[in-house]
C-alpha cells in the first residue's frame, strides 16, 4: 500500500484516505471484529496480481456501504488468518456479520453478484435493528 496516512481508531490503524482498515495482527482483526457489527475482509499478498488488481473494485463497491468496516490483511505479515478463517487462497474476501460468516468469494469474484449479496445482508441488518 502506498497509503502514508495512518491514524489510531479503537486501537487499529485506519488508512483514512481509503476507507479501510490495515490489519496487521490477528489481534487487530479480532479486535475489528468484535468492535463493528459489519465487516468485510480483504485477505490478500503482495506477489497476488489479482490481488492488486481486485482491491480497487472492492474499496469502491464498499464505498455504497457506509456500515460496513473494510479490513484488509496482508497474508504474509498475519500469517495466522490462514488458519483462523480457512483461507487456501489469495485474494479472499469474508463478510462477517455480528462475528458470523455470511459471504465468502476467493480469486476470481463476479462484482454484480458480490454487490447484490452485500445489498441484501445490509438491507435484511438494517431492518431487523429498526
Do not use: W
Request: proline share 3%; glycine share 2%.
Amino acid at each position: 500500500m502506498d497509503c502514508l496516512l495512518l491514524t489510531r481508531l479503537k486501537g487499529l490503524n485506519y488508512m483514512q484516505d481509503q476507507d479501510m482498515y490495515r490489519l496487521t495482527s490477528m489481534e487487530m482483526i479480532e479486535k475489528l471484529i468484535q468492535q463493528h457489527e459489519l465487516v468485510f475482509l480483504y485477505i490478500s499478498r503482495p506477489e497476488c496480481s489479482v490481488c492488486h488488481a481486485l482491491l480497487p473494485k472492492i474499496q469502491a463497491l464498499l464505498q455504497a456501504y457506509p456500515r460496513v468496516r473494510f479490513g484488509h490483511i496482508n497474508a504474509n505479515e498475519v500469517q495466522e488468518v490462514a488458519s483462523r478463517f480457512h483461507v487456501f487462497t489469495a485474494p479472499t474476501m469474508i463478510m462477517l456479520v455480528e462475528q458470523k460468516e455470511y459471504i465468502r468469494a476467493d480469486r476470481f469474484v463476479r462484482m454484480d453478484r458480490l454487490d447484490e449479496q452485500l445489498q441484501q445482508i445490509c438491507t435484511m441488518y438494517v431492518e431487523n435493528k429498526e
